[in-house]
Nanobody, 122 residues
Framework: EVQIVESGGGLVQAGGSLRLSCVFS????????FAWFRQANGKEREFVAA????????FYADSVKGRFTISKDNDNDTVYLQMDGLKPADTAVYYC???????????????WGQGTQVTVSS
């Protein structure tokens, strides 16, 4: 059984930083690509960032490029999202997810974390 534990969300002022973490168990971590999505109130879930399984190539939504960094620690089966220069528009529930091939489409991801709330005040 795949288990995913997310952490790191919270309340931060605009311009601040947060680091989200996702610890995976029950899957062969090295064989998967990972991504972060987010969903704001009343909006559809949207792609934020992804990292490939083999070469750790990264992909970002235009809205977060240059501010957010996705990374992974294969030794600890953990995926991170470092978020700097946060804006009120970044307020959402953030979800980590895993798949076999990195994609920006949420329906291509097999396993999802429970979500963690990020709130950015102005």
């Amino acid at each position: 059984e795949v288990q995913i534990v997310e952490s790191g969300g919270g309340l931060v002022q605009a311009g601040g930083s947060l680091r989200l973490s996702c610890v995976f168990s029950g899957l062969t971590f090295d064989d998967y690509a990972f991504a972060w999505f987010r969903q704001a109130n009343g909006k559809e879930r949207e792609f934020v960032a992804a990292i490939g399984w083999s070469d750790s190539r990264t992909f970002y939504a235009d809205s977060v490029k240059g501010r957010f960094t996705i990374s992974k620690d294969n030794d600890n089966d953990t995926v991170y999202l470092q978020m700097d220069g946060l804006k009120p528009a970044d307020t959402a529930v953030y979800y980590c997810a895993s798949t076999t091939v990195a994609s920006t489409r949420s329906n291509e991801y097999d396993y999802w974390g429970q979500g963690t709330q990020v709130t950015v005040s102005s």
